[in-house]
Structures are given as C-alpha cells and as structure tokens.
C-alpha cells in the first residue's frame, strides 16, 4: 500500500475556524463526478446534523481527529418516523462511490427504546472505513480489527449481531475477521446474542478468527421468523478459528447452511482481498489491512 499523507481541500470547524462550520456544507462544496480524491478534514467537536453525501460527489475522503475526539451524531429512529425506512435514520448517509471515512465516530443516540436507528448507512461502491466507530443490509463487506459491543436490550429481547440481506447467488456478505464480539463495556445483561439471523435466501455471513464473549448463545444463530424454522439451504453461514468463552461449536444450529468448522481455503475466500479487493483498489485507499487471514 502507498504512503497516505493526508492534506485536506477544505476543513470542518464547529467554531469557525475552519472553511465551514458542518461536514454538510463541506460535502455540499465537492464537485459532481469529481474524478480525484477530495479530503475532508473535521476538527474535534460534536457536530449534530444529519449528513447526506449524494450521488455522483465521489471520491471523498473525511477524517477527523480520532474516534474520541471527532463525533457525528444524532437521534434520529423509525419511532419519530414510523412511515420512513431504516435507513433513512442514519446520521450518516454515502450513496456516492470510492468513499472513505477514518479517524472518526458516527452515532446514533436513539436507544433501544425508540427501535431502529443507524448510525452509518452505506450504498456507495468501494468505500472503506478505519478507525471509526459505527450491521444489516445487502454489500459485500468486511469487517478487519473490528470491536462489536453488544448493547442492553430491552425486556425480552436478544442481541444480533448481522441481518445479511442478499437474496440472490450475487457476490454478496458480511465477513468478520480478526474482531471482538463483546458487550458492550459497563453494562451487565443477562440477554443472549446471536451472530445473526439470516435476512433473506441467500444471506452469507462468516465469522473468522474473532474474539466472542460470553454473551453470545451456543445455538449461535437464530432463524429469521422463529428459531424454529430454518433458514433455506442456500443460506451460506459459517466459522473459523473463533476463540473465547462464546466460540464453542458443539452446540450450534445443525442447518443445512451453516459450517462451524470452515477449511481454510474456504476461509481464505472471505479475507479482504479474496472477497472484496480483487480489482486491488484498497490498494490506494489510504487504508492500512491485511489482506489475508
């Protein structure tokens, strides 16, 4: 991977000292069909507002001065918009292609009470994110060094970790590599958790050399409708090399689709570079991974 000296085109300040007061005015000032990487550099500060980086403002890059010092929020939930979708509750919305975020911290306050909310919401083609702090839809992705906490929920109910959505054979799944599944820290629940529950036909998930708690449920997964009904055969879910107090297989679900012991060239398939970067182009995406497992 290349050296990534960051220099910013225009910077975010909430106090003014910067070109704008909000990333929104700074995402509103790249160009439409910009064809080189435009830097976006966020001071430190709590910036409240909703961000939508649309269609055909490509290439940008926004960083901040660290996931504890930069934070995008807001509270938005389906509670206060009960017509609206999901996703149209994020804090942070990327619809354009070849974004990258890094050094900063997207959040949504809502709470559980207030039922669905997002933080981060992505529908652009090859975008990367490092150090932030943000699972559910249809996008190939990979999730590299991750630290998944695991929030209280409300009364009888249990965690999910991932609702994969592909409903089709189209290259399509959420991959959890070398991460942490863990509650989240300073809250004590007696809820369980599961890796997922498959969305739709085609849903893939895999969960490879990660860290899992003690709060995730040695079923390990649980059906989208009822725990019991299965997901379809065509579901493609699976395990390998996972450690700590949640990684024992041996009473998981016996689906059709699901592998608790994964070979390791099956494994391999779902590394960055096997499932996402063949074309190379996190190459020059001022990312640092590992491509491999």
Not at 1 to 10: D, S, W
Not at 79 to 93: C, I, V, Y
Not at 196 to 209: D, F, L, Q
């Amino acid at each position: 991977m290349e050296v990534c000296i960051l220099t910013p085109n225009v910077t975010v300040s909430g106090d003014g000292s910067g070109d704008f007061k909000t990333i929104s005015e700074a995402v509103a000032s790249v160009q439409n069909n910009n064809k080189i990487r435009f830097n976006i550099f966020v001071k430190e500060g709590v910036y409240y507002e909703n961000v939508l980086v649309p269609k055909k403002k490509d290439n940008v890059l926004i960083y901040g001065e660290g996931m504890a010092n930069t934070v995008i929020s807001s509270n938005l939930s389906r509670l206060e918009f009960p017509k609206s979708t999901t996703a149209a509750t994020a804090t942070f919305s990327v619809f354009a292609d070849n974004f990258i975020a890094r050094d900063i911290k997207f959040v949504n306050t809502a709470g559980p009470e207030k039922f669905q909310a997002v933080a981060f919401h992505s529908k652009s083609n090859h975008s990367a994110m490092f150090r932030l702090d943000f699972i559910f839809g249809n996008a190939a992705a990979v999730f590299d060094m991750c630290s998944i906490r695991a929030r209280k929920p409300l009364m009888q109910q249990v965690v999910t970790v991932t609702a994969q959505g592909a409903d089709n054979q189209e290259k399509s799944g959420f991959s959890i590599i070398r991460s942490k599944i863990l509650r989240f820290e300073d809250e004590e629940f007696t809820a369980v958790a599961y890796f997922g529950r498959p969305w739709k036909s085609h849903a893939t998930v895999v969960i490879m050399e990660t860290e899992l708690g003690s709060l995730i449920d040695p079923k390990g997964w649980v059906a989208w409708n009822s725990s019991a009904d299965p997901p379809p055969p065509t579901v493609n879910l699976g395990e390998f090399r996972n450690y700590g107090p949640g990684s024992d297989v041996r009473n998981r679900v016996t689906w059709v689709g699901y592998n608790p012991v994964m070979a390791e060239e099956d494994a391999q398939r779902f590394t960055i570079d096997g499932f996402i970067n063949k074309l190379g182009w996190l190459n020059v995406s001022c990312v640092p991974y590992n491509g491999s497992l």
